[in-house]
Nanobody, 121 residues
Framework: QVQLVESGGGSVQAGGSLRLFCAASGRTFSSYAMAWFRQAPGKEREFVASITRSAGSTYYADSVKGRFTISRDNANTVYLQMNGLKPEDTAIYYC???????????????WGQGTQVTVSS
């Protein structure tokens, strides 16, 4: 199992930007595809973005395409750059990991504890 710790959440006005960080430990980071999910109050957790082990491919939910960018470094961190934030982006954001790029966007094997993002209008 890999351990995941998110940071970088906070409060921002609509149109602003935030960058989320997810630090991985415990297993070889390069073995895992990574993803971000989010859960708004009263709603189910939803997929936001994912990235392959090699960072060669990225995938996004339609609701964030063109505004959010997922990336990773060669050490142990995956990032989510969020621009043009909207009030509907308000949610707890979770980092996730799995050895399979298909599974990481559906039912990842490892989760972080989440970080709160609040966007005010």
């Amino acid at each position: 199992q890999v351990q995941l710790v998110e940071s970088g959440g906070g409060s921002v006005q609509a149109g602003g930007s935030l960058r989320l960080f997810c630090a991985a430990s415990g297993r070889t980071f390069s073995s895992y595809a990574m993803a971000w999910f989010r859960q708004a109050p009263g709603k189910e957790r939803e997929f936001v973005a994912s990235i392959t082990r090699s960072a060669g491919s990225t995938y996004y939910a339609d609701s964030v395409k063109g505004r959010f960018t997922i990336s990773r470094d060669n050490a142990n961190t995956v990032y989510l750059q969020m621009n043009g934030l909207k009030p509907e982006d308000t949610a707890i954001y979770y980092c996730a990991a799995d050895v399979s790029i298909e599974r990481v966007g559906l039912r990842p094997g490892s989760w972080g504890q989440g970080t709160q993002v609040t966007v005010s209008s």
